[in-house]
T-cell receptor, first 115, second 113 residues
Framework: AQSVTQLGSHVSVSEGALVLLRCNYS??????LFWYVQYPNQGLQLLLK??????LVKGINGFEAEFKKSETSFHLTKPSAHMSDAAEYFC?????????????FGQGTTLQVKP | DGGITQSPKYLFRKEGQNVTLSCEQN?????MYWYRQDPGQGLRLIYY???????QKGDIAEGYSVSREKKESFPLTVTSAQKNPTAFYLC????????????FGPGTRLTVT
């Protein structure tokens, strides 16, 4: 069964530092991959998605992620953290093609940004 | 303005009572989903529906029920059989046959005492 692993339940960075949130998936066939962000007591908002085409995907708020098939990874990065980036981040994966449309979510990584 | 609405934002119930959470979307999406979120456990799928009048159990369906009588609406009932109902509940929708990108509502926080 498809699965996704986010390494590190909590990541802390200083404002202005590089943000790196790790995500690995288990499928042998490249799936669809997503990163979502969740602010406290709110729903999830899509940051970016990988569906095919370019392996480097740019998203909103200056985030980007690189799909690496050889490493089965889809890590999320941002060159310079801002205080407003403090939130919980979820990596998700979906089979390609999918009969159900289901997403499998990682456990989430809480990003703390220190002034 | 298209989107997904969930109401209410906060809901309080006494143990032993059934409670229904509302989810409405005007995105014209075929598929809809209900997730439960607990601290440190990510999102767990309760039920999903790909078309009207059809739905399937997710990973943690016990103690929950749903209906899908209209394309726009996918209400979730938390029954008294659900042993630990206190949680944050999220509804989502997506277009069938695409990349499965899901759009989320703002969530309902249910507290049962």
């Amino acid at each position: 069964a498809q699965s996704v692993t986010q390494l590190g339940s909590h990541v802390s960075v200083s404002e202005g530092a590089l943000v790196l949130l790790r995500c690995n998936y288990s499928s042998s066939v490249p799936p669809y991959l997503f990163w979502y962000v969740q602010y406290p007591n709110q729903g999830l908002q899509l940051l970016l998605k990988y569906t095919s085409a370019a392996t480097l995907v740019k998203g909103i708020n200056g985030f980007e992620a690189e799909f690496k098939k050889s490493e089965t990874s889809f890590h999320l990065t941002k060159p310079s953290a801002h205080m407003s980036d403090a939130a919980e981040y979820f990596c998700a994966v979906s089979d390609r093609p999918s009969n159900t449309g289901k997403l499998i979510f990682g456990q989430g990584t809480t990003l703390q940004v220190k002034p | 303005d298209g989107g997904i609405t969930q109401s209410p934002k906060y809901l309080f119930r006494k143990e032993g009572q059934n409670v229904t959470l509302s989810c409405e979307q005007n995105l014209n999406h075929d598929a809809m989903y209900w997730y439960r979120q607990d601290p440190g456990q990510g999102l767990r799928l309760i039920y999903y529906s790909q078309i009207v009048n059809d739905f399937q159990k997710g990973d943690i369906a016990e103690g929950y029920s749903v209906s899908r009588e209209k394309k726009e609406s996918f209400p979730l009932t938390v029954t008294s059989a659900q042993k630990n109902p206190t949680a944050f509940y999220l509804c989502a929708s997506s277009i069938r046959g695409t990349s499965n990108e899901q759009y989320f509502g703002p969530g309902t926080r249910l507290t049962v005492t």
